[in-house]
């Protein structure tokens, strides 16, 4: 398979953790290299439903070797919650997942004040996940920071935790919140910090000695290209680099060992909480909510609906350097008389063929919609290519050549057989 980098080329929630979960198969080990448990990657198998936050989905699958690298954050209390709801599936994490020694740790303060300061920023939120990502994330960058290789040494740990505690109670305080006990936290923390040492490795020299013996990397992306931090909708994204680069950097693994990038979209486009949305439309999200379809994973909101975009998509292909395609969710089309996908966005008579940075113009953009005929007939039942509607390999075609990468996968529903290899 080769090292891949596999990343969302929307809003997030493109059906990355199905299509990780497929390509998977082929790979010895599998990484997360961003993000934390905002994000929520559903797998099904058989009809079991398993919703993963940090664990990668490559723990669903025996003898792959699991990384959660440098670049994520972590709540270790809710790390230590997944590990056992994964082991009352009777999977097993113990000798299959690798946690990096310098991966951050999210803390209640952190949880706390992303609650704040979302409340404060009133109509202008950014609709987090409230998982305490942002601040975290800060922390980390002001070199405030504490870090797993922290959490696992008990006497270090005690005294960084009584500093940050007696420290952010004062801005809880400020908030008007309520400060926060450093007994409690420290012996949650403690108990979670004495479970996950047995995984707390130097995840840069385990994955070092992968490429030197010539093993098959995934790096599974979380989020999407739009909500990344340099290269999304600021300040309406998240606090890591969703888009490729970020791989290397929450790795250690640098560019020239990776060998080809896969972009994850769906054949329409979500997002979850607040920024612009150019497709969004009350047509698409009221059809695929009564489906039952677009309900958030970790935060259970529904999910804000759109036509396909590909100015964004094609953007993303930049940003990213997607040679490959996979879209997730064609079913979710299957009964539309007209289909909608936006080639370009316009203001008045000025065309914009990327997307805007400044986020007001952004918000001012009209898409320019090309219209495709609908199959109107299930596709869940498809297994290949050729097997699809006319028309909907029509549909599929266009979206790829509009984006710009190599169409490599069709996924027609949550499972892994429904999955169709062009
Ligand atoms: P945060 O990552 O919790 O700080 O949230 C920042 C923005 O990213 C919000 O709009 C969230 O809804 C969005 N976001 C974070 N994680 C995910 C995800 O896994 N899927 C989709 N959106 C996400």
């Known amino acids: 398979m080769a090292n891949t980098i596999l990343v969302g080329a929307q809003w997030g929630d493109e059906g990355k953790g199905k299509i990780i ?12 290299t961003q ?19 940090l664990v990668p989905s490559g723990i669903l699958r025996k003898r792959k070797l699991c990384v959660v690298g440098n670049g994520v954050v972590i709540d270790p209390v809710s790390l230590v919650a997944e590990i056992d709801g994964l082991r009352q599936f009777g999977v097993k994490c113990e000798g ?9 740790l999210v803390f209640p303060y952190h949880r706390e004040l992303d609650a704040q300061r979302e409340i404060l920023k009133g109509k202008n939120k950014i609709g987090t996940t409230k998982r305490g990502i942002g601040p975290a994330y800060g922390d980390k960058a002001a070199r405030t920071g504490a870090r797993m290789i922290d959490l696992i040494n008990p006497p270090r740990f005690e005294e960084v935790l009584r500093n940050k505690i007696k420290e952010n109670n004062e801005i809880l305080k400020a908030f008007g919140a309520k400060p926060l006990s450093f007994k409690k936290v420290h012996a949650a923390y403690r108990a979670a910090g004495d479970r996950l040492k047995p995984f707390v490795v130097n995840t840069v020299v385990l994955l070092h000695e992968a490429v030197r013996q010539q093993k098959d990397i995934l790096f599974e992306g979380a989020q999407g290209t739009f909500l990344d931090l340099d290269h999304g909708t600021y300040p309406f994204v998240t606090s890591s680099n969703t888009t490729a680069g970020g791989a290397c950097t929450g790795s250690g693994v640098p560019p020239h060992r990776m060998d080809r990038v896969v972009g994850v979209m769906k054949a329409y486009t979500t997002r979850v909480g607040e920024g612009p949305l150019p497709t969004e439309s009350a047509e698409i999200a009221d059809m695929l909510h009564a489906m039952g379809r ?5 935060t259970g909101r529904a999910r804000r609906c759109g036509w396909f975009d590909a100015v964004a998509t094609r953007q993303a292909t930049m940003v990213n350097g997607i040679d490959e395609l996979a879209i997730t969710n064609v079913d979710g089309l299957d009964t539309l008389e007209v289909i909608k996908a936006c080639v370009g966005y316009r203001i008045g008579t000025r065309r914009y063929d990327y997307v805007p940075n400044d986020i007001e113009l952004l918000s001012k953009c009209q898409p320019i919609y090309a219209e495709f005929p609908g ?12 097997e699809l ?21 069709a996924s027609v529903g949550p499972a892994r057989e429904q999955t169709i290899f062009l």
Do not use: C, M
């Open 21 to 32: 979960d497929v390509l998977t198969e082929q790979a010895d080990v599998v990484v997360r």
């Open 35 to 53: 993000g934390g448990n905002n994000a929520g990657h559903t797998v099904f198998i058989g009809k079991q439903k398993y919703v993963l936050h």
């Open 96 to 104: 299959n997942l690798f946690i990096s020694e310098t991966a951050h």
């Open 294 to 298: 677009e309900f958030g994973a970790t």
């Open 375 to 386: 199959w109107r007939r299930p596709t869940h039942d498809t297994r290949h290519w050729k």
């Open 389 to 409: 509607p006319a028309r909907a390999r029509a549909y599929l075609k266009a979206i790829a050549e509009l984006t710009g990468a190599r169409l490599a996968i």
